[in-house]
């Protein structure tokens, strides 16, 4: 049996990190930073980060067609896309109801391999009553009682469609690049600088020329960039080493109590009871959803998005 001590403080740190991603991108939206430069300057620093790190293991990118095919896909649906969607609906909800919509993510992932993945069409009456669950706990977090017109539904509504990226990313993932030979390291690469290019030939078409945004934003991007869509990725690996796929997916479970307990401390947002009622549905939605025996996958196979 894993000793606790060994993945419990890398468990703690990316459940933080990918937690307090939702605050992260709140400072910058709120400073002025279109959505689309947002997704960049993400990925951007993160791809850095991630090329440095790989190239410091000496490792090499791969000259595959078909690997850097699927990666630009797997790029479009797990950060080009939902990382802009994300952006732009924190102009309009806060980085908690934000947060909470992102936990909705193990959901859309069921659903999507349910439709797409031969051994998951299955799924049984626990799971689907958990996929049931967690869409009243959508509602109820979306407080839709109060009328679909506001501004709010709209942020909301974009968060949601951006989990919904990643479900049908994952389940990409896992039909086309499980099974590669490629370190993770060199998967997150690909994947991450394919969604730098992508989001660097449309951020200018889209929201013209980059602007300083101050001082606290660009920190904001900075720390967000670097680890929450670098260093992120190492960390889950590593926790993925030391305790495995069960464990490491649980992260789920944490990071909306750390994006809820960030925006109220440090962005004094308010947390009403339809968000925390909500968020406990879909928490217990996804533990129903979840496999009961989650295969242990090899070290330097599983790839993280």
């Not at 797990?78 to 909705?104: D, H, K, Q, Y």
């Not at 979306?142 to 994952?170: D, N, P």
């Amino acid at each position: 049996m894993v000793e606790v001590r060994r993945w419990l403080p890398g468990f703690v740190a990316l459940s933080a990190i990918w937690g307090g991603s939702f605050a992260l991108i709140k400072v910058a939206v709120d400073a002025g930073v279109p959505p689309v430069w947002v997704a960049l300057w993400r990925c951007l620093l993160g791809a850095v980060t991630l090329w440095a790190v790989l190239l410091l293991r000496g490792e090499r990118a791969p000259r595959d067609r078909a690997l850097w095919g699927h990666s630009a896909v797997v790029a479009v649906l797990l950060n080009t896309v939902p990382f802009i969607l994300f952006s732009f609906g924190e102009t309009r909800v806060s980085s908690v109801l934000a947060g909470v919509m992102n936990a909705t993510t193990p959901l859309f992932t069921l659903l999507f391999a349910v439709l797409t993945v031969p051994e998951e069409r299955r799924p049984g009456a626990r799971r689907l009553v958990g996929l049931a669950l967690g869409f009243v706990g959508v509602l109820t977090v979306l407080g839709v009682w109060r009328g679909l017109g506001s501004g709010a539904i709209v942020g909301g509504l974009a968060c949601l469609a951006a989990a919904c990226c990643y479900g049908a990313g994952f389940a990409y993932l896992r039909r086309f690049l499980s099974g590669r030979p490629e370190s993770v390291t060199t998967l997150s690469a690909l994947q991450i600088g394919c969604a730098a290019v992508e989001l660097a030939v449309v951020a200018p078409i889209a929201a013209g020329a980059p602007h300083w945004p101050g001082g606290a934003a660009a920190a904001a991007l900075l720390v967000l960039g670097a680890f929450g869509t670098g260093l992120a990725y190492l960390l889950n690996l590593r926790l993925v080493r030391a305790a495995g796929t069960a464990v490491a997916s649980a992260v789920t479970y944490v990071t909306p109590l750390w994006s809820t307990a960030l925006g109220a401390a440090f962005l004094a947002e308010p947390v009403g009871w339809n968000a925390l009622v909500g968020g406990a549905l879909v928490v217990a939605a996804v533990a129903l959803t979840r496999p009961r025996r989650v295969p242990a996958a090899p070290k330097e196979r599983q790839p993280v998005g």
